[in-house]
């Protein structure tokens, strides 16, 4: 009997979500794809990630090299832009599946050039649930869209714009509306956590109309994103508690196996819900 044909899957960026998708990939989608390149700016984090796969010859200098090394591309990297990283990917006609979405709100140009070169620019639903219907719902049209989302107070540490406004997040008592206003703004305001708001503009494919509420208090310990639309579907509402990931508590775990799942279903072929 035939072999189905294994995917060479190469991952830049082997930060938390970079690290634990490699160990997936190597333990349990074996059948599907193998890990055949990583790489990372800075060389320690992909020598140490290599070293627990016992696989030191993954080990990338550059991008290119890892390009050269892969037929699909995991984007799992922290940098202020990762648009030229994915560019180059799908230039040299790789598929690529993208962590972060949030640098991705105005990138139509990406999506372009993906089905020109005939691969494919993939985003993972991420921390929170029900996007598969907030995508068959923008279908008949949204009429009106809200995400609250709702961190403890450590998830805002070092923010600018907050240190701007005056507030200290130390002296925080209660819960409190840290913004309210449009996703773009809010993926200004606050980049570590707007990856949930970007991927809900691009699903509901009208990012004007959504209105992003972020809220803290020295009471929260968890990650919960509501989201709530309205049109002529009918009305949903979804709620996601997170646990953080075991290997960094700034990630919520649920974002991880969405970018698994996401990259399961691509080499399975078997789309359930994308
Ligand atoms: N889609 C979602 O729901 C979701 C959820 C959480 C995180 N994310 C995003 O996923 C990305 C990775 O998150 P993480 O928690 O693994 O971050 P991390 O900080 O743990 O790891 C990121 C890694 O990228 C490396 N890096 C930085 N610039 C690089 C470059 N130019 N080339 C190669 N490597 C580079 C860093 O050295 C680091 O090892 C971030 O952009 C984050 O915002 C997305």
């Known amino acids: 009997m035939a072999r189905a044909i294994r995917i060479n899957?190469?991952?830049?960026?082997?930060?938390?979500?970079?690290?634990?998708?490699?160990?997936?990939?190597?333990?349990?989608l074996s059948a599907q794809c193998r890990l055949t390149g990583i790489f990372d700016i800075d060389i320690g984090k992909a020598e140490r990630l290599a070293k627990s796969l016992h696989r030191k010859e993954i080990v990338m200098r550059s991008m290119t090299g890892l390009i050269k090394n892969c037929d699909f591309m995991i984007e799992a990297v922290n940098a202020e832009d990762t648009r030229p990283l994915i560019r180059q990917a799908l230039n040299a006609k790789r598929s690529v599946l993208s962590?972060?979405?949030?640098?991705?709100?105005?990138?139509?140009d990406l999506f372009a050039l993906a089905q020109k070169n005939r691969c494919h620019l993939l985003l993972p639903s991420g921390a929170i649930a029900g996007i598969d219907a907030v995508k068959a719902a923008s279908l008949a049209g949204i009429d009106r869209i809200t995400l609250t989302s709702r961190k403890?107070?450590?998830?805002?540490?070092?923010?600018?714009?907050?240190?701007?406004k005056g507030i200290v997040l130390s002296e925080m008592e209660k819960e409190t509306?840290?913004?309210?206003?449009?996703?773009?703004?809010a993926?200004?305001?606050?980049p570590k956590n707007i990856n949930v708001a970007a991927t809900l503009a691009l699903a509901s494919r009208c990012?004007?109309?959504?209105?992003?509420?972020?809220?803290?208090?020295?009471?929260y310990t968890t990650n919960?994103?509501?989201?709530?639309?309205?049109?002529?579907?009918?009305?949903?509402?979804?709620q996601t508690d997170n646990l953080v990931c075991p290997d960094n508590p700034k990630t919520s775990y649920l974002a991880v196996l969405s970018g698994l799942q996401t990259l399961k279903q691509h080499c399975s072929g078997v789309l359930v819900g994308t």
């Open 9 to 28: 899957i190469g991952i830049a960026g082997c930060g938390a979500i970079g690290s634990r998708m490699a160990k997936s990939i190597q333990q349990d």
């Open 207 to 219: 990012p004007r109309k959504l209105i992003v509420r972020i809220v803290t208090s020295p009471e």
């Open 224 to 238: 919960i994103h509501e989201v709530e639309l309205e049109g002529k579907f009918g009305r949903i509402k979804t």
């Open 152 to 164: 403890p107070l450590s998830a805002f540490s070092e923010n600018p714009y907050l240190a701007q």
């Open 177 to 185: 509306v840290l913004f309210e206003g449009h996703v773009s703004d």
């Open 99 to 108: 962590m972060s979405v949030g640098k991705l709100l105005n990138s139509s």
């Open 187 to 190: 993926c200004r305001h606050f």
